[in-house]
T-cell receptor, first 113, second 114 residues
Framework: AQTVTQSQPEMSVQEAETVTLSCTYD???????LFWYKQPPSRQMILVIR??????QNATENRFSVNFQKAAKSFSLKISDSQLGDAAMYFC??????????FGAGTRLTVKP | DGGITQSPKYLFRKEGQNVTLSCEQNLNHDAMYWYRQDPGQGLRLIYY???????QKGDIAEGYSVSREKKESFPLTVTSAQKNPTAFYLCASSIEGRGNTEAFFGQGTRLTVV
């Protein structure tokens, strides 16, 4: 089975600054999908951003952007102009064409005012 | 409103009893999933189903069982064989096939076994 690794259990950022969360994955597939989800204290999973592996262009959603390096199997999330509401657990996820979807262990992001 | 409904939100059971967690979706999604989340941990896949009457084991299927008799429903039974059943359980669904088919999640069920 594919594995997803998030090597940063915790990260901290000052409000209005930029932070990057790391994610690597292991797969032999060439066609797959990658996602970042946010889980606030309510524990509701919220999609932050998505990326299709066949697209070379990095996805961007407002203050959130990714750095997708397919050869390196790396998928990092950059949060610009961090806000207090960004504080949460962030999970990287991999989904293949058989719909098998796996998550990393998560990174807890703290935003300091 | 379209969405995924998990019930109940909190569930208490005595050790040795089987318990079934409900998951219903009205999004017309083909694929459905069950994940387990322990405190401070990530989501671990228990089972997933791509279509009705078909499902695959995830990483931690032992002690759990599922059924997929209807497209809308994917109940999870936590059996007495599951050694540490106390956890937060999340159900999700997605459109099957190509495309940016992200998973949509329910609000979760917190199971406590005493």
């Amino acid at each position: 089975a594919q594995t997803v690794t998030q090597s940063q259990p915790e990260m901290s950022v000052q409000e209005a600054e930029t932070v990057t969360l790391s994610c690597t994955y292991d797969t032999s597939e060439s066609d797959y999908y990658l996602f970042w989800y946010k889980q606030p204290p309510s524990r509701q999973m919220i999609l932050v951003i998505r990326q299709e592996a066949y697209k070379q262009q990095n996805a961007t959603e407002n203050r959130f952007s990714v750095n997708f390096q397919k050869a390196a199997k790396s998928f990092s999330l950059k949060i610009s102009d961090s806000q207090l509401g960004d504080a949460a657990m962030y999970f990287c996820a991999y989904k293949d064409r058989s719909n098998d979807m796996r998550f990393g262990a998560g990174t807890r992001l703290t935003v300091k005012p | 409103d379209g969405g995924i409904t998990q019930s109940p939100k909190y569930l208490f059971r005595k050790e040795g009893q089987n318990v079934t967690l409900s998951c219903e979706q009205n999004l017309n999604h083909d694929a459905m999933y069950w994940y387990r989340q322990d405190p401070g941990q990530g989501l671990r896949l228990i089972y997933y189903s791509q279509i009705v009457n078909d499902f695959q084991k995830g990483d931690i299927a032992e002690g759990y069982s599922v059924s997929r008799e209807k497209k809308e429903s994917f109940p999870l039974t936590v059996t007495s064989a599951q050694k540490n059943p106390t956890a937060f359980y999340l159900c999700a669904s997605s459109i099957e096939g190509r495309g940016n088919t992200e998973a949509f999640f329910g609000q979760g069920t917190r199971l406590t076994v005493v």
